[in-house]
Nanobody
Framework: VQLQASGGGLVQAGGSLRLSCAVSGSIFNINTMGWYRQAPGKERELVASLTIDGSIYYADYVKGRFTLSRDNAKNTVYLQMNNLGPEDTAAYYC????????????????????WGQGTLVTVSS
C-alpha cells in the first residue's frame, strides 16, 4: 500500500486548504484512513480518521473547522481545512490500516501500518 499526500502550502490565518491522500497498491481491505500532524518539537497527533463503514473521528481542536471525506472511485481521502490558525502549522501525514482504528484506544500513530510522506501546512498570522 502506498500513500501520496499533497495539498499543503502557505496560507494566512482564516484561510483554507484541502489536503489529498491518494492510496494505491494492495488497497483491498484497507479499513481506516487517518490524518496526523506533527509540529516542530511536538508529538505526532491525530487530526481525523475515517473507517470504511463511514465512522468518522475528529480531534476536538479541529471539530467544526476540518472535514474528512473520501472518493472511492479515485481511492483518495480529502481533509478540507477551514478557518486555519497559526496553531495548525505542522507537517500533515496520512495513514492507513487494515483494522478498524476508530476506537479511542486505537488512535495512536503506531497502530497504523502505512504512512504517506508529510505535506507541510504553514499558517501565517
Amino acid at each position: 500500500v502506498q500513500l501520496q499526500a499533497s495539498g499543503g502550502g502557505l496560507v494566512q490565518a482564516g484561510g483554507s486548504l484541502r489536503l489529498s491522500c491518494a492510496v494505491s497498491g494492495s488497497i483491498f481491505n484497507i479499513n481506516t484512513m487517518g490524518w496526523y500532524r506533527q509540529a516542530p518539537g511536538k508529538e505526532r497527533e491525530l487530526v481525523a480518521s475515517l473507517t470504511i463503514d463511514g465512522s468518522i473521528y475528529y480531534a476536538d481542536y479541529v471539530k467544526g473547522r476540518f472535514t474528512l471525506s473520501r472518493d472511492n472511485a479515485k481511492n483518495t481521502v480529502y481533509l478540507q481545512m477551514n478557518n486555519l490558525g497559526p496553531e495548525d502549522t505542522a507537517a500533515y501525514y496520512c495513514a492507513a490500516d487494515h483494522a478498524n482504528l476508530i476506537q479511542s484506544s486505537l488512535r495512536r500513530a503506531q497502530e497504523y501500518d502505512y504512512w504517506g510522506q508529510g505535506t507541510l501546512v504553514t499558517v501565517s498570522s
